[in-house]
């Protein structure tokens, strides 16, 4: 199956810095996603990117699809962005069955 | 949009019992999701519906469990003959489209 790789898996930031989070995938990849996992478990789905940008705020993502990677830019950190991203993706056209990375562990402190 | 609502929200269980989880979906969406995920990792999938119709299975998903979503709306997830290793958070998410959204999940643990 599809492997999906995230780094760093764990990342450490002072309020008001930036951060880029990677995940690299292993073969064509459709309905790339990104999730972020509060401190209380609650997965919220923030892009879903499959290729090119999109920004949402203080968020971005990109996605190269032919060099199978995407990224998400975390701008202006805030300590409510701590928790754990993830990036998912399914293997092919007409599957709804999302692969998750092991996720990077963001902390923002004060 | 009142979300995914999963309930019980915990359960404990002795080894060798049966349980059942419960998610009602986001109403209008047709598509339902139950996701497993252990401490440290990303979810792993175990099914996937489309109204009634279940219409992919992970290799995850042993005989013990089952899930079914009878008319298309809620859903239920049975594990039978619980082990140990069954001990973890059960998420359900539901979709209109391809993007999920997820409910707070069921923690189970398994003693």
């Known amino acids: 199956g599809i492997q999906v790789e995230q780094s760093p898996p764990d990342l450490i930031l002072q309020e008001g810095a930036n951060s880029t989070l990677r995940c690299n995938f292993s073969?064509?990849?459709?309905?790339l996603q990104w999730f972020h996992q509060n401190p209380w478990g609650q997965l919220i789905n923030l892009f879903y990117i499959p290729s090119g940008t999109k920004q949402n705020g203080r968020l971005s993502a990109t996605t190269v699809a032919t060099e199978r990677y995407s990224l998400l830019y975390i701008s202006s950190s805030q300590t409510t962005d701590s928790g754990v991203y993830f990036c998912a993706t399914t293997p092919g056209a007409g599957s709804y069955q999302l692969t998750f990375g092991k996720g990077t562990k963001l902390s923002v402190i004060p | 949009d009142t979300g995914v609502s999963q309930d019980p929200r915990h359960k404990i269980t002795k080894r060798g019992q049966n349980v059942t989880f419960r998610c009602d979906p986001i109403s209008e969406h047709n598509r339902l999701y139950w996701y497993r995920q252990t401490l440290g990792q990303g979810p792993e999938f175990l099914t996937y519906?489309?109204?009634?119709?279940?219409?992919?299975k992970s290799r995850l998903l042993s005989d013990r469990f089952s899930a079914e979503r009878p008319k298309g709306s809620f859903s239920t997830l049975e594990i039978q003959r619980t082990e140990q290793g069954d001990s973890a958070m059960y998420l359900c998410a539901s979709s209109l489209g391809v993007q999920p959204h997820f409910g707070q999940g069921t923690r189970l643990t398994v003693v």
């Open positions: 519906f489309q109204n009634e119709a279940q219409l992919e």
């Open positions: 073969d064509s990849v459709n309905n």
